[in-house]
């Protein structure tokens, strides 16, 4: 069963064609991942599919509903979750009300609740505390949740991300390079951690450089270069077809690798 499509997708710029016809399909269940050199479109792709960005043509499709001209709120109550290449956090308050900004789509008492105190609020405020502090367990910060998230170490902050979008309990988690900048021992923790997603039954699509990271964790890979997509499939796949060692490699140095393994 296919959770996302995208059909000719594509994003063009002036002089520019960012992402171009991708057709994509990412399956329920399991780790997705997305990759290509720099400058590929992998991050405009990530764009286009969470709604921050508007394609040029084309269509994405969520559990069958074209949701291609949705705003990005809408596609989150839909169960899409994201975090960002960037770390983007709020530093002065603390790491259970990080996560608790990421619960707006869910919530539904208008202000007169909020300011009148209504017990619908109350029983409101009681669930999205607990799903946020169920996520901060998930992703092993729930004896941090009072500090100031400023406070945490680099890697805390990318699972504290992590955290804030699977508080609403997403079917789909947009991973943009969820291991940059991470030392060896915080990859193979977060690789744990993205399995565990998984496992729970949250389907993952990731973006991300580190190809030991992405090899020894997802169940199939989509290559892009240049925005369009030239290959799909498997790890090992992946590993041997010549047009993805091309396309990080150049043509130049994959075609003397070629020759002397010839």
Do not use: W
């Amino acid at each position: 069963m296919t959770l996302l499509t995208t059909a000719m997708l594509t994003r063009r710029y002036t002089g520019l064609v960012a992402v171009d016809a991708v057709d994509l399909r990412v399956p329920v269940g399991g780790v997705h991942a997305v990759i290509g050199p720099n400058g590929a479109g992998k991050t405009t792709l990530f764009n286009l599919i969470s709604g921050l960005v508007v394609p040029t043509s084309g269509t994405i499709s969520f559990d069958g509903r074209n949701i291609t001209r949705l705003p990005p709120y809408r596609r989150a109550a839909l169960g899409i979750g994201r975090t960002f290449q960037n770390i983007r956090i709020f530093s002065e308050m603390s790491v259970l009300e990080n996560v608790l900004t990421g619960l707006h789509a869910k919530l539904h008492v208008g202000l007169a609740g909020v300011a009148c105190r209504l017990p619908a609020f109350h029983a409101e405020e009681r669930h999205a505390v607990g799903a946020a502090r169920a996520a901060l367990s998930l992703v092993g910060l729930s004896d941090r949740a009072d500090r100031q998230a400023q406070s945490l170490a680099y890697g805390d902050q990318r699972r504290l991300e992590i955290a804030r979008a699977m508080a609403q309990s997403p079917r789909l988690l947009l991973l943009d390079e969820p291991a940059a900048g991470m030392n060896p021992a915080e990859t193979a923790a977060l690789a744990a951690l993205v399995r565990r997603i998984a496992d729970g039954g949250t389907t993952v699509l990731l973006v991300e450089h580190d190809m030991g990271f992405v090899m020894s964790l997802c169940d199939s890979i989509t290559v892009l270069n240049f925005g369009r997509k030239i290959f799909e499939g498997a790890p090992s796949a992946v590993r041997a077809e010549p047009a993805v060692v091309e396309a990080y490699l150049g043509a130049r140095l994959a075609a003397k690798l070629r020759a002397n393994h010839g």
